[in-house]
């Protein structure tokens, strides 16, 4: 063992056979009484010595039981950070869900001609053209192709692909969407849709304006209701510039959608809603 060999125990154990060889000299040659006189001398250093390393053994030992008990504690700490954390997690899920519902309600209250489903965003459409995502919901939830798709600010896309249990939603920022709209200042009717140039911007155009209609930026634009496909009314975007079209025929407005779409993480389908004619 490693105690052995330590320069402790070999200092003690030379003093040990050092001292037995003195005192078996004194007492050949000196007698009982010279021999408890050198046996005081020796054995108090020795005493000291013993003592030396008997506290060196305990703070040796004592190190040991504070590690193996800091380790138990780093243990205990760190399981109860980690139920913290998942309180945590919980707790803000809990308020989250609350703030969905609570939007869901406000939803119907406003629009009581409206068949709300909430959804939760499981995953974004990859590609340089395409603006899109997947929600949890499907055609066992009533939804079909075609439906809208909104939040609590407006119309954000329809549903392109339903599933048994999922669905596929493409966005008003996707180049194969075509939305009527019209303007809520002058009710000058266009058409949104989405723009390969104005995609990476996160922006969509309001087509098919007249070069001289009165557009401003921070016009609302929302849906005309207008064939009967979407709900009208929805709020689409906000205006942020009037351009001419490149064959100069019309001009097109560019729109910022209602929200950054980017940061959604749920949304409201409309099943189903009263048209108004």
Not at 116 to 129: D, K, N, R
Not at 134 to 139: A, E, L
Not at 212 to 232: C, F, H, I, M, R
Request: aromatic share 10%; with cysteine; net charge negative.
């Amino acid at each position: 063992m490693k105690i052995f060999r330590s320069k402790p125990f070999l200092f003690i154990l030379g003093i040990v056979i050092a001292a037995c060889v003195i005192m078996g000299g004194v007492y050949a040659f000196g007698g009982p009484n010279l021999l408890s006189g050198v046996l005081g001398a020796v054995v108090t250093p020795l005493e000291k010595g013993v003592s030396a390393v008997t506290d060196w053994a305990s703070n040796i030992f004592g190190y040991f039981y504070r590690y193996s008990s800091l380790q138990e504690e780093n243990a205990r700490l760190k399981e109860e950070l980690a139920g913290l954390r998942n309180q945590q997690r919980e707790y803000l899920e809990a308020l989250s869900e609350n703030a969905d519902l609570r939007e869901m309600l406000g939803l119907k209250q406003k629009h009581r001609e409206f068949d709300l489903e909430y959804c939760s965003i499981v995953s974004a459409t990859e590609g340089s053209y395409r603006s899109g995502f997947t929600i949890d919901k499907g055609s066992v939830n009533g939804i079909e192709t075609g439906d809208c798709v909104i939040v609590s600010e407006g119309m954000i896309g329809f549903i392109s692909e339903v599933g048994p249990n999922y669905s596929e939603v493409l966005t008003v920022l996707d180049v194969s969407t075509h939305v009527g709209a019209v303007l809520s200042r002058t009710r000058e009717t266009a058409v949104s849709e989405g723009s390969l140039e104005l995609l990476p911007d996160g922006r969509f155009k309001l087509s098919y304006l007249p070069n001289n209609a009165d557009v401003e930026a921070g016009d609302p634009v929302e849906t005309s209701g207008y064939g009967g496909l979407y709900p009208q009314g929805l709020l689409l975007g906000t205006v942020v510039d009037f351009l001419p079209e490149s064959h100069g025929i019309s001009s097109y407005a560019v729109v910022e959608p209602v929200v950054p779409l980017e940061e959604l993480k749920s949304v409201f389908v409309v099943k189903s809603f009263e048209v108004v004619r």
